[in-house]
């Protein structure tokens, strides 16, 4: 029974440092998914610290692999010193994903208040050309989120953008997909987005957050699990006199 207990053990550290492969992959995914979608919003936010749950996630993909390739080593060769040097690198590994954790449930809360602070700005720095960074960056925001304005399409007039042209239009990213010849004009309200941007920036903004809550916690889990069959796998190897090595079945290690 021992020793069906200690071969489970080291089979199921064995598979759990191939998922850290696969880990490490989605995790550097994730992270660059969040670097991507802040290079869209970067102009909503005004605190550069957002981004430390993402760096830190890239950084933990990064040590996964490694620690992958320890464990995996360390787990055929039945080394004491490689197996320790594993455990000790995922405990590491898995407080930062704690911190992970609650850095971003900190910066989520603080999304809203950050857009709230630097929405009406950027908005008042429109100015309809593709050469300025907010303008791209409204113009996108608009179309991918399916919104105008701020609270609604009205609030454009009260930015500079609509003060200068006096079309009584907000910009064509304003109008809907499917309308025909839509130039933003406001004498045709139900050619464009009825919502605005404001509430659907924080609503993304906090999914991207959570997809790195998310993604530490499920991984913490899984080293939880690696940590606990490496402690079996040395606490039976140095107590249990018919340990067995996983690659060779009835030489002693």
């Given at each position: 029974?021992?020793?069906?207990?200690?071969?489970?053990?080291?089979?199921?550290?064995?598979?759990?440092?191939?998922?850290?492969?696969?880990?490490?992959?989605?995790?550097?995914?994730?992270?660059?998914?969040?670097?991507?979608?802040?290079?869209?919003?970067?102009?909503?936010?005004?605190?550069?610290?957002?981004?430390?749950?993402?760096?830190?996630?890239?950084?933990?993909?990064?040590?996964?692999?490694?620690?992958?390739?320890?464990?995996?080593c360390?787990?055929?060769?039945?080394?004491?010193?490689?197996?320790?040097?594993?455990?000790?690198?995922?405990?590491?590994?898995?407080?930062?994903?704690?911190?992970?954790?609650?850095?971003?449930?900190?910066?989520?809360?603080k999304?809203?208040?950050?857009?709230?602070?630097?929405?009406?700005?950027?908005?008042?720095?429109?100015n309809?050309t593709?050469?300025?960074?907010s303008?791209?960056?409204?113009?996108?925001?608009?179309?991918?989120?399916?919104?105008?304005?701020?609270?609604?399409?009205?609030?454009?007039?009260?930015?500079?953008?609509?003060n200068?042209?006096?079309?009584?239009?907000?910009?064509?990213?304003?109008?809907k997909?499917?309308?025909?010849?839509?130039?933003?004009?406001?004498?045709?309200?139900?050619?464009?987005?009825?919502?605005?941007?404001?509430?659907?920036?924080?609503?993304?903004?906090?999914?991207?957050?959570?997809?790195?809550?998310?993604?530490?916690?499920?991984?913490?889990?899984?080293?939880?699990?690696?940590?606990?069959?490496?402690?079996?796998?040395?606490?039976?190897?140095?107590?249990?006199?018919?340990?067995?090595?996983?690659?060779?079945?009835?030489?002693?290690?």
């Amino acid at each position: 029974m021992g020793q069906c207990g200690i071969t489970s053990s080291k089979t199921v550290l064995v598979f759990l440092n191939l998922i850290f492969w696969a880990a490490a992959g989605i995790l550097c995914y994730v992270g660059a998914y969040v670097f991507i979608t802040y290079d869209d919003y970067d102009h909503f936010f005004e605190d550069v610290y957002t981004l430390i749950p993402a760096v830190t996630i890239i950084a933990v993909g990064g040590l996964l692999f490694i620690i992958g390739l320890i464990g995996c080593c360390a787990t055929i060769r039945e080394s004491r010193c490689g197996l320790i040097t594993f455990v000790i690198i995922l405990l590491l590994v898995f407080v930062t994903e704690v911190a992970v954790v609650v850095l971003g449930y900190i910066y989520r809360s603080k999304v809203e208040d950050e857009v709230n602070h630097s929405i009406q700005k950027v908005y008042n720095e429109y100015n309809g050309t593709n050469a300025d960074a907010s303008s791209r960056a409204i113009d996108y925001v608009q179309r991918q989120l399916h919104c105008c304005g701020i609270h609604t399409y009205s609030d454009w007039m009260n930015t500079r953008w609509f003060n200068e042209f006096q079309n009584n239009s907000v910009p064509v990213s304003c109008c809907k997909p499917n309308v025909s010849n839509c130039t933003g004009s406001l004498a045709r309200p139900g050619d464009l987005y009825p919502e605005g941007c404001e509430a659907l920036v924080v609503k993304k903004l906090k999914e991207i957050m959570m997809y790195v809550i998310w993604a530490a916690l499920t991984f913490a889990a899984i080293q939880v699990f690696g940590m606990l069959s490496a402690c079996v796998v040395l606490c039976r190897r140095s107590r249990d006199p018919a340990y067995e090595l996983l690659m060779t079945g009835g030489n002693y290690a």
